[in-house]
């Protein structure tokens, strides 16, 4: 099979004939709380990112320089932080990252029903771009990939639409899509979140999975759109329903992850749905370990963002009682830890931790104010909390069940609503 460095001048064209659509316009549900105030892919991830920044870096780092970002849900931080961070593409090149909000484009009634609506409102706008191939997106998954590979194998199988997928354990199967495939890598069945999957031919209990990344080519996904929008029976979901239709009448191929994740072995392809408390905080806590399966410091294939310009991380005090320390931590800039201890914890931006305190396995988003003698263990606190003075978390989970949420495995999340605090403005 031939991979795009074979052929680099095919892939430059393929990509600068791309535009991508990312859906980010969902709330995330599952993470509770934390996205009471913002959509899904702008919950903060990794220190000093968003989860948006992740497949708008793909772009960026594939050539893809033409790019839309479907909102809908409290998209307001994720807006703000887009035109802060992303506006650095040229205009005059014919680059851009550009917001398209659910704006009752096609009836003054009709926000977007589901993910092919949410495209289909925004054909005139795809039409205006005059794409070759669309790139479908989902907004809200930490992962890296070259999606040049993908559009390559697109083009060579002559498909007229490709799913990107991964192998998943069988018990998760009723999270995806699962798809079965031939020997040439053309998807012959699909089913949409299945409570029983069939697993994936050469495996017991493994499935393929659909990540919600789609390549079309660009005449026959408007086509396929407008005939959806005209059946009253359809969903208008991807999943649910375009796949399911197309895959009997057309050449709908499967682009395996694994042939092009980047920085991370073929065998174990770094990929996570932050999409519940308990992933959200595993995969901030795992960035924490000596090498962890996301290569943060890779220059090659970089993740970029909005931040302010802020002062490197402080840590103060030296006495035994009190000293300002952090052990297998990340600590952002504006930090100032005076006379606290960390340990194996990931700090956002701005956080300031008093005298006395320790903070052990947690995640602490931007803009957190922790007081003396305070003790807190696996937790997740949002932006802006003002965490009281002798405060307990982490040691009595029934006891913190009553103020605070408490997910499946112990994680408990604090919002400043929680406190009785409110700070939910640009969040």
């Known amino acids: 099979m031939h991979k795009q460095r074979d052929f680099p001048r095919f892939v430059s064209l393929l990509t600068k004939n791309t535009v991508a659509l990312i859906l980010a316009g969902g709330r995330g549900s599952r993470l509770k709380q934390m996205t009471d105030w913002r959509a899904k892919p702008a919950v903060p991830f990794g220190g000093k990112f968003r989860i948006i920044d992740f497949p708008l870096s793909n772009c960026i780092n594939s050539g893809i320089r033409r790019v839309g970002v479907v909102t809908q849900y409290k998209a307001h931080s994720l807006i703000k932080h887009i035109q802060r961070g992303w506006g650095f593409l040229r205009g005059d090149f014919n680059e851009f990252v550009e917001l398209l909000p659910a704006q009752q484009r096609v009836a003054e009634d009709k926000w977007y029903a589901g993910t092919a609506d949410a495209v289909f409102q925004n054909l005139d706008i795809l039409r205006f771009y005059d794409p070759e191939y669309v790139l479908i997106l989902a907004g809200d998954h930490v992962y890296k990939m070259d999606y040049g590979e993908m559009l390559a194998y697109h083009a060579a199988n002559s498909a007229d639409m490709t799913v990107a997928c991964l192998d998943v354990p069988i018990e998760e199967a009723h999270a995806f899509g699962v798809m079965s495939i ?85 065998e174990r392809p770094y990929w996570r749905d932050v999409g519940t408390i308990d992933a959200y905080w595993e995969a901030n806590m795992e960035l924490t370990k000596v090498t962890p399966d996301l290569n943060m410091y890779d220059e090659e294939w970089p993740i970029w963002t909005y931040q302010e310009q802020l002062p490197p991380a402080k840590f103060v005090f030296d006495s035994e009682e009190r000293r300002g320390m952090a052990v297998d931590s990340m600590v952002s800039g504006g930090c100032i830890i ?9 700090l956002f931006s701005n956080v300031t931790v008093n005298s006395y305190s320790t903070v052990e396995d947690s995640v602490i988003l931007p803009n957190v104010t922790i007081g003396r003698h305070c003790h807190l263990r696996k937790v997740v606190i949002d932006k802006g909390c003002e965490i009281p003075e002798g405060t307990v978390i982490g040691e009595d989970r029934e006891e913190d069940a009553k103020r605070f949420h408490v997910s499946e495995k112990g994680v408990t999340l604090v919002t400043p609503e929680m406190l009785g605090q409110n700070v939910h403005h640009g969040r």
């Open 338 to 346: 005076s006379g606290a201890a960390l340990r194996r914890s990931l």
């Open 182 to 266: 031939n020997d040439e890598g053309r998807v012959t069945s699909f089913q949409e979140k299945p409570k029983n999957a069939e697993p994936m031919p050469g495996s017991t209990d493994r499935v393929l999975a659909s990540m919600g990344i789609y390549v079309f080519n660009a005449a026959f996904l408007y086509e396929q759109l407008v005939r959806d929008a005209d059946d009253p029976k359809s969903g208008h979901d991807f999943g649910h329903d375009l796949i399911p239709y197309l895959i009997s009448k057309y050449r709908v191929f499967a682009h395996r992850f694994a042939d092009s994740c980047v920085g991370s072995p073929k």
